[in-house]
């Protein structure tokens, strides 16, 4: 438990920077950069907010509805910025607009799926997400920037172990231990690519792409 703590207390120091650095570099850059850097900022708050109530032993799982659908918004609205093609872009935002109003009726048929963890929400927030991260990698094959190449490649894993963690039913403990340990870790590795990012393409830039 005591290197759990490490690493997800760890995850949320590096997460405060990358916040600060991009924030800081928020006017030079164009929108998918300042679009990521609001995700950051929301990410952080969430991440406070649960903190917060887990000391204060109150119930926390609602938030995980706030960051699976504000987290699919940003990083579509991302994703959409980044693409070069005009179907791709129409077809992220038709995505979103779906998603959501699916997602409206779901909780207004099933209200009770407010107070723990939704696997249809998951899957139709991350499963878009993993999708455009594919046809990202399929873009920098053919243009050759390397922009974003770092955010996107550990958004990728973390995503595809944190899809795995909330979607599996009864696994034994040890197993879900093994995951929760493996998704906390994906997440350090994650920040730690977003801060390499920020560093290698972003810190002396005045635009980029």
Request: with cysteine.
């Amino acid at each position: 438990m005591i290197a759990f703590d490490f690493i997800t207390g760890s995850s949320d120091l590096i997460l405060a920077v990358n916040t600060i650095l991009y924030f800081k570099s928020y006017q030079k850059n164009l929108v998918a950069f300042k679009v990521f850097s609001i995700y950051l900022l929301f990410y952080f708050i969430i991440q406070m907010i649960t903190w917060y109530l887990f000391e204060q032993k109150l119930d926390n799982l609602f938030l995980s509805h706030y960051y699976f659908i504000g987290s699919f918004v940003f990083l579509s609205i991302f994703f959409s910025e980044i693409f070069e093609k005009q179907f791709i872009k129409k077809l992220i935002y038709s995505i979103i607009a779906i998603n959501l109003i699916i997602l409206s009726l779901h909780y207004y048929f099933y209200p009770e799926s407010y107070n723990k963890f939704n696997t249809l929400e998951v899957i139709i927030t991350s499963v878009p997400l993993i999708f455009y991260s594919i046809l990202f990698f399929y873009q920098k094959i053919i243009d050759q920037k390397k922009e974003y190449i770092y955010i996107v490649s550990g958004f990728f894993l973390y995503t595809l172990c944190s899809t795995l963690l909330f979607t599996v039913g009864n696994l034994p403990s040890e197993i879900k231990e093994i995951i929760w340990y493996s998704n906390a870790i994906l997440i350090l590795v994650y920040q730690i690519l977003i801060f390499i990012e920020w560093y290698k393409h972003f810190r002396k830039k005045e635009v980029s792409f």
